[in-house]
């Protein structure tokens, strides 16, 4: 079972420092060609001119912002269920990426709606069921933060984890109707549902390239977790000595 | 059975006898409500319009109030540990404490409604309107307390990180609360629809809250 090789932190360490710079060369690379694309290749919307490029950012962290959340229920299961020792520490390495990423999606939406729609913020289902998503991984990082034993924060986060994997649909749903209930007809809606493939081809090279992102980050920040957990127990051993 | 019924006794008269559980959260709304229009002005006209609102967003945070202590008074006093090696499901417990926590702190709020709403100069309808769905709205406030208050159990500012765990988690509830008491200011939209909802949400949080709060409290050690 390769999951259960990678249960022991120190060849999962030796993995990642074989994989690491191969998989950040990639990630440079599609996304060098995804940001060329998007900017330069793509051609400029007619209604919406250059602000169209906005998007290639925004959609693509629209996606890792709810994958990120997949990522950690996933993890939490782990946490709860198996026992995986690297669940844990995934867990905990996925919550600021994903708080980042949500983070970018709501900056960059924002800061198409100014030209667009007039203002920065609007009380849209979609754009409210984010800004609520961003509020559970702050108190993602919150709890984190608050319970000094790393293996007792993680049972405490991957059960609010999956808390939250429950009620986010249920949220999401609940923000849907309050939305279409304050105002009928949405200025979100696109104004036509497919998009040309001029468009289509860099957008999923840029959701390709930031899943290939996130990857890397997500690794690189495991790797330190771990590394940052010895320190940790060495530090702890060491004051015991001295006691 | 006799163990459940025991420790529902023993909650009440705890949250009765001790430190003032009802009394001060009805205490909090009151003074929530008081302070409104003291932010918007006196006039009559749209504190009757936004009257629902008012009430659902005090009775959420006086809800809160209380949370921190349901299961942390338990830890310090070592009951907590009592309870985790009975032979009662853990989960049926923590859903009576849950249940005896709402008779002491939810159930005084939408007492208290009738009266705060003459401040807010609501009619008769929209002031029923109001308690009904607070009726059923706050026992899933509680449900979903039960969460937080079983992670926050053992942290030195609970109440804090409680607040922020728990309040994102009840924009359901508040949706369909305010959405169905205002039907009764509003007008034609039906009352049932939204009120269904909030019926189904309370049932949801029913199930999740004893479950995720017996699995919180049974990773404490």
Same mark, same amino acid.
């Given at each position: 079972?390769?999951?259960?090789? &990678?249960?022991?932190?120190?060849?999962?360490?030796?993995? !990642?420092?074989? !994989?690491?710079?191969? &998989?950040?060369?990639?990630?440079?690379?599609?996304?060098?060609?995804?940001?060329?694309?998007?900017?330069?290749?793509?051609?400029?919307?007619?209604?919406?001119?250059?602000? !169209?490029?906005?998007?290639?950012?925004?959609?693509?962290?629209?996606?890792?912002?709810?994958?990120?959340?997949?990522?950690?229920?996933?993890?939490?299961?782990?946490?709860?269920?198996? *026992?995986?020792?690297?669940?844990?520490?995934?867990?905990?390495?996925?919550?600021?990426?994903?708080?980042?990423?949500?983070?970018?999606?709501?900056?960059?939406?924002?800061? %198409?709606?100014?030209?667009?729609?007039?203002?920065?913020?609007?009380?849209?289902?979609?754009?409210?069921?984010?800004?609520?998503?961003?509020?559970?991984?702050?108190?993602?990082?919150?709890?984190?933060?608050?319970?000094?034993?790393?293996?007792?924060?993680? *049972?405490?986060?991957?059960?609010?984890?999956?808390?939250?994997?429950?009620?986010?649909?249920?949220?999401?749903?609940? !923000?849907? %109707?309050?939305?279409?209930?304050?105002?009928?007809?949405?200025?979100?809606?696109?104004?036509?549902?497919?998009?040309?493939?001029?468009?289509?081809?860099?957008?999923?090279?840029?959701?390709?390239?930031?899943?290939?992102?996130? &990857?890397?980050?997500?690794?690189?920040?495991?790797?330190?977790?771990?590394? *940052?957990?010895?320190?940790?127990?060495?530090?702890?051993?060491?004051?015991?000595?001295?006691? | 059975?006799?163990?459940?019924?025991?420790?529902?006794?023993?909650?009440?008269?705890?949250?009765?006898?001790?430190?003032?559980?009802?009394?001060?959260?009805? +205490?909090?709304? +009151?003074?929530?409500?008081?302070?409104?229009?003291?932010? +918007?002005?006196?006039?009559?006209?749209?504190?009757?319009?936004?009257?629902?609102?008012?009430?659902?967003?005090?009775?959420?945070?006086?809800?809160?109030?209380?949370?921190?202590?349901?299961?942390?008074?338990?830890?310090?006093?070592?009951?907590?540990?009592?309870?985790?090696?009975?032979?009662?499901?853990?989960?049926?417990?923590?859903?009576?404490?849950?249940?005896?926590?709402?008779?002491?702190?939810?159930?005084?709020?939408?007492?208290?409604?009738?009266?705060?709403?003459?401040?807010?100069?609501?009619?008769?309808?929209?002031?029923?309107?109001?308690?009904?769905?607070?009726?059923?709205?706050?026992?899933?406030?509680?449900?979903?307390?039960?969460?937080?208050?079983?992670?926050?159990?053992?942290?030195?500012?609970?109440?804090?990180?409680?607040?922020?765990?728990?309040?994102?988690?009840?924009?359901?509830? +508040?949706?369909?609360?305010?959405?169905?008491?205002?039907?009764?200011?509003?007008?034609?939209?039906?009352?049932?629809?939204?009120?269904?909802?909030?019926?189904?949400?309370?049932?949801?949080?029913?199930?999740?809250?004893?479950?995720?709060?017996?699995?919180?409290?049974?990773?404490?050690?």
């Amino acid at each position: 079972m390769p999951v259960m090789d &990678l249960a022991n932190p120190s060849r999962f360490l030796i993995l !990642v420092e074989r !994989v690491l710079p191969w &998989l950040a060369a990639v990630t440079v690379c599609v996304l060098a060609v995804g940001l060329y694309q998007a900017l330069l290749v793509a051609p400029d919307d007619y209604q919406q001119g250059a602000t !169209v490029k906005i998007m290639f950012i925004h959609v693509p962290s629209a996606w890792l912002a709810m994958f990120c959340w997949a990522v950690m229920s996933v993890a939490a299961l782990g946490t709860l269920v198996w *026992r995986h020792p690297l669940a844990d520490v995934a867990a905990k390495a996925a919550a600021p990426l994903g708080a980042a990423f949500t983070f970018l999606c709501l900056l960059t939406g924002s800061l %198409w709606g100014r030209p667009m729609w007039g203002a920065y913020w609007v009380w849209d289902g979609r754009l409210t069921s984010v800004l609520v998503l961003f509020l559970m991984y702050l108190a993602v990082l919150a709890l984190w933060r608050t319970v000094e034993d790393p293996s007792r924060a993680a *049972r405490a986060v991957a059960i609010l984890t999956l808390v939250g994997a429950v009620n986010l649909p249920i949220i999401k749903f609940s !923000v849907d %109707w309050w939305a279409t209930l304050h105002q009928p007809a949405s200025v979100l809606r696109m104004g036509a549902p497919t998009i040309h493939s001029s468009i289509l081809v860099p957008l999923l090279i840029m959701g390709v390239a930031f899943m290939l992102l996130f &990857l890397t980050l997500h690794l690189a920040a495991m790797r330190n977790e771990i590394l *940052r957990r010895r320190v940790r127990t060495l530090r702890l051993m060491q004051a015991q000595a001295g006691a | 059975m006799k163990a459940l019924i025991a420790l529902l006794v023993r909650d009440m008269r705890l949250a009765v006898r001790l430190g003032g559980g009802a009394p001060m959260g009805v +205490l909090f709304f +009151l003074t929530v409500v008081v302070l409104v229009p003291f932010a +918007l002005g006196p006039d009559l006209a749209l504190l009757r319009r936004i009257g629902p609102a008012i009430l659902w967003l005090g009775a959420l945070l006086a809800s809160l109030l209380a949370l921190d202590r349901l299961f942390a008074a338990d830890y310090e006093d070592g009951s907590l540990d009592l309870i985790l090696m009975s032979s009662v499901p853990l989960e049926l417990t923590v859903a009576v404490k849950g249940i005896a926590h709402w008779l002491t702190t939810g159930l005084p709020l939408v007492v208290a409604v009738p009266v705060l709403a003459l401040f807010l100069g609501l009619d008769p309808w929209p002031m029923a309107a109001v308690a009904l769905t607070l009726l059923v709205g706050t026992p899933a406030l509680t449900f979903i307390g039960l969460v937080g208050a079983a992670l926050a159990v053992t942290l030195r500012r609970g109440g804090l990180i409680l607040a922020i765990l728990v309040l994102p988690l009840t924009i359901p509830v +508040l949706i369909f609360g305010v959405a169905a008491a205002n039907t009764a200011i509003v007008g034609p939209v039906s009352f049932g629809a939204p009120f269904t909802i909030l019926c189904g949400l309370t049932l949801i949080s029913f199930v999740i809250g004893p479950f995720a709060a017996a699995a919180a409290l049974r990773h404490l050690e």
